[in-house]
């Protein structure tokens, strides 16, 4: 199985800073990555999909990049209804995987 | 609006059996691969299985390999899940899943998920 490795867990963060969220695969996945947010009490929301398509709706301070193992998450210029857990997911290969999360606290 | 719509979840005891569907609207179902993500509540997300537009390819997690089964019907738009031998670790809340495309198992549209308890 691929296992895909989240960091940090958590990061505290005030509005209008930019936050990277990092995700290395124990193996090459190529740029099939994908990118959730999750409030409490709500379903994931798609943000990125590979290789870097920002998904429908969603604001363009959030940037996926990255190939091979290591790929990163960016949001610039916090809003304040970002703040919520980040998630990626490696959709290379059965079984799909996901990063344990990153909660994204304000500071 | 595409939307995804989970049933069937409740209490159950170890051991038993449950089966969960999910309804899709506003997409045409038939067209896309689905998927069952499970999540404990305030936990990470895992995967357990997914189904492709015919059904002709079929894929789980080793967690619950040999006691689930997921299956479609596309006349009907919906998706299952039949869950047997449960175990407490399956407690969790369920969610539908769909593909955002053909051979992109990214998922753009979520259910709202449905709760499954396994306790005596």
Known sequence: ?107 | EAQLVESGGGLVQPGRSLRLSCVGSGFTFEDYAMHWVRQVPGKGLEWISGISWGSGTINYADSVKGRFTISRDNAKNSLYLQMNSLRAEDTAFYYCAKDIRLGDDAFDIWGRGTMVTVSS
């Open chain 1, 1 to 107: 199985d691929i296992a895909m490795t989240q960091s940090p867990s958590s990061v505290s963060a005030s509005v209008g800073d930019t936050v990277t969220i990092t995700c290395r695969a124990s193996q090459d996945i190529s740029n099939w990555v994908a990118w959730y947010q999750q409030k409490p009490g709500k379903a994931p929301k798609l943000l990125i999909y590979a290789p870097s398509g920002l998904q429908s709706g969603v604001p363009s301070r959030f940037s996926g990049s990255g190939s091979g193992t290591d790929f990163t998450l960016t949001i610039s210029s916090l809003q304040p209804e970002d703040f919520a857990t980040y998630f990626c997911q490696q959709a290379n290969s059965f079984p799909i995987t996901f990063g344990q999360g990153t909660r994204l606290d304000i500071k």
